[in-house]
């Protein structure tokens, strides 16, 4: 088996020479970033540096987790940058509201509900496009209209802010605080990982999943019900962006009608640097952790360096993220 | 939303009539039809324009018995266009707009105009600017924003550094700082850096906390927005820096204002850049009718320096901004 470029259908490699390639590709495009910063600057390869770069990729990288199985099942998502801003206002209401007495019950069953929203978007967006019959795009573009709508509306275009002092300080370090000098949100976008990537390569849905999104007409005669299985993939990406919003939350206590804005792109990009192929049938879980690092480390690098104008930043990074595709790919073609 | 509003005036109506001539002024019961036509409420500001806007309308059909106000928001340019045509036809006797775009308007304020009806015109003027389009113009000073923040800066730190979070690349983010350099000119003070921070408050954490890995020591930071420098002070507090002495925002948000009226060290003072403009415009339009004092004209409202002094002033805990 030389040629590792060939699309897995359905089954996944069991050779660890299948994997190399095209699954080291974006780690190494990663590495010479990481030089690159060296020699941008030096405080980039600083401890303190590189944990707050790591950490606050943490929402798109675990929200780029759950597009990852809607773009390997064939799906888009648009509609994730504006669910995390309405799922956090409606998190932040519930904590303002003061519904439960104990504070830590109360910010238990707060993020309870985080989850179950972000489950719910995701499974009104999973409806609208399989039983509804809409396409992906436009039905997540539509939802995407919908969720940031309703957040304007809740905030009344202004701010929407945790109030009770205490349950910020108690809240607080979910985003601040670390486990054994790791900061919990990089402890979150691994563990969070680990369970995408079981799920997608040693359970049986998750090879539907991608059977479905290499072929879902053979998919479909070999008795999957595919409409099911692209239904749990938005599922699932709601859900993660339920756990983003735990992350979110805590960090600056309130949302307003920007927040999350464009974050659909780039979790789309942070899955497509990772490996993950848009047309579907390919998903690499630790590939778009990567390409969320990634595309996080460009623009501390950009920000850190003192030879690139504030009005270039954009072109270069594009410029950057362009590169580090194509030494991927000259990779994967060896 | 303008349904109340309308209800309301109606009820202003009919107390007016039960109460009977004999309470009214005879000017007060004079009829008057005022359509305010602004942004609806994308961000902190607009929000803040839409509450000022409500707010206003109240106190002034409170205050004059004969005088309707009707609110309208509007998503985009082409649907503020419509809302003006649909103030024009319900037969109102001023306008006051701030447009969303002001040249794509042009011509629907215009139309207003030159049926002989008072036009004011809020925040952001069209091209031509004079008096064959609007009868007065209120905004804030963008210039003077950033010009009050590094006079500030200069006096009470003359040699500090500074690093600057901008906004977005469009013209009036650059009046700021074009504002803000000539605010320190001759001073000490230094410049280290300015980035875009997208008028956004993780974008302006993030840059932030880059802002604190590459450079030891920074006294000032000037972020010119309340929006983005919730993200900044979290950004700093984060690191555990204190060698950043204070953080100067802008544009008067009821956080910001409230730090400052509390005496918070981190945030001394802040520049006011007021969504209320808008009730400053509906006031004078009143006055227009009601009190025979000429407003026709430009009024420019200061970039007026919040300090822990005259912070209540501009509080207002109610407001969504």
Known sequence: MTGATTPETGAKPKTSRDWDMAAIAPFVALALLLVLGYFANPSFASLANLTNVITRSAFIAIIALGATYVISSGGLDLSVGSMVAFVASLMIMFLNSGAIADPVMLLACAMLLALGMGAACGLANGLITTVGRIEPFIATLGTMGIFRGLTTWLSQGGAITLKDRELQALYRPVYFGSVAGVPIPIVVIFVTAAI?????????YGRHLIAVGSNEDVA????ISVNRVRTIAYVVQGLCVGVAVLLYVPRLGSTSATTGILWELQAITAVVVGGTALRGGVGRIWGTVCGAFILEIVGNIMLLSNFVSEYLIGAIQGAIIIIAMLVQRSLMRK | MHRRTFGLSAAGLVAAAAVGPGLALAQDAKKVTIGVSIPAADHGWTGGVVYHAERVAKLLMAEHK????IVKTSPDAASQAN????LAVQGIDALVILPSDPDPLVNAIQQVKDSGKFVALVDRAPSVNDGSIRDLYV?????ALGEVAGKYIAKTTPDAQVVIIRGLPIPIDQQRQDGFDKGIAGSKVKILERQYGNWNRDDAFRVMQDYLTKYPKIDVVWCQDDDMAVGVLEAISQAKRTDIKYVVGGAGSKDMVKRVMDGD???PVDVLYPP???????QLTAANFYDQVPVSGSYILDATLVTKENAKNFYFPDSPF
Request: aromatic share 8%; no cysteine.
């Open chain 2, 265 to 267: 060290k981190t945030v």
């Open chain 1, 220 to 223: 479909r005669y070999s008795g």
């Open chain 2, 66 to 69: 004969g005088l309707t106000v």
């Open chain 2, 83 to 86: 809302a003006v045509q649909d």
């Open chain 2, 276 to 282: 209320a403009m808008v009730a400053t415009a509906m």
């Open chain 1, 196 to 204: 995408a990537a079981f799920v997608l390569y040693r359970t049986r």
């Open chain 2, 139 to 143: 905004a804030g000073n963008n210039p």
